[in-house]
C-alpha cells in the first residue's frame, strides 16, 4: 500500500495524538481524530499531488477559520482551501463546468508583502493546501481559467491569520 504516517500530533488539543495519513502515490491526506483508542472521526484534508509535499511542522494544533466557509482547516504552516468555480466570464457571459481548465490561487502575507501565484490545471479541482506558509496576516483569492486560458476575476479575499 502506498498509504504512509505523514503526522503523529495532538491537532485537536484533547491529549491524544491524531493521525495524518498520506497516500504518496496519489497525493491524498485524511486526518484521524483519536479517543480513547479508537479513530474518533476521520476526514479528508485535500490532495496535494507534490511528491515532495511534507507536513513543515511538528507544532501541535490544528486551527479553525472563523466561520468562512472557504477556506478549511488550517495544519501549522498551511491553509487548506476549498471553493465553489466561477462560471461566470469577465464578460458577463456563462460558462459551462466543461470549459473549466484550472484556477489561479494568488495569496499575500501582509506581514512580509510577500505574494504568490499557485496554478492548478485541473478544472475540476475544487481543493488545495497551501504548505511552507510563515507565521503572518494571509489573503487568499481564487480565479478561475477557461481551457482557452482566460481568467475571470478573483474572487473577493478571504483573510486570516496563521
Not at 52 to 64: A, E, H, K, T, V
Amino acid at each position: 500500500m502506498d498509504w504512509t504516517i505523514a503526522s503523529l500530533q495532538d491537532t485537536n488539543g484533547d491529549g491524544v495524538d491524531d493521525v495524518v495519513w498520506r497516500n504518496r502515490q496519489t497525493g491524498e491526506n485524511w486526518l484521524y481524530i483519536m479517543g480513547e483508542g479508537s479513530i474518533g472521526s476521520s476526514k479528508r484534508i485535500a490532495t496535494v499531488a507534490d511528491t515532495n509535499w511534507r507536513i513543515c511542522s511538528d507544532d501541535p494544533g490544528l486551527n479553525q477559520t472563523e466561520s468562512d466557509s472557504s477556506t478549511g482547516e488550517l495544519i501549522q504552516g498551511q491553509i487548506a482551501l476549498s471553493w465553489d468555480a466561477v462560471l461566470e466570464r469577465q464578460s458577463g457571459a456563462a460558462m459551462t463546468e466543461e470549459q473549466l481548465g484550472g484556477f489561479l490561487v494568488r495569496y499575500t502575507n501582509h506581514d512580509s508583502n510577500v505574494q504568490r501565484v499557485v496554478s492548478i490545471t485541473d478544472g475540476s479541482a475544487r481543493e488545495t493546501v497551501l504548505s511552507g506558509l510563515v507565521e503572518g496576516l494571509y489573503s487568499v483569492e481564487v480565479a478561475t481559467v477557461d481551457k482557452h486560458g482566460f481568467v475571470s476575476d478573483y474572487s473577493a479575499a478571504v483573510s486570516l491569520e496563521i
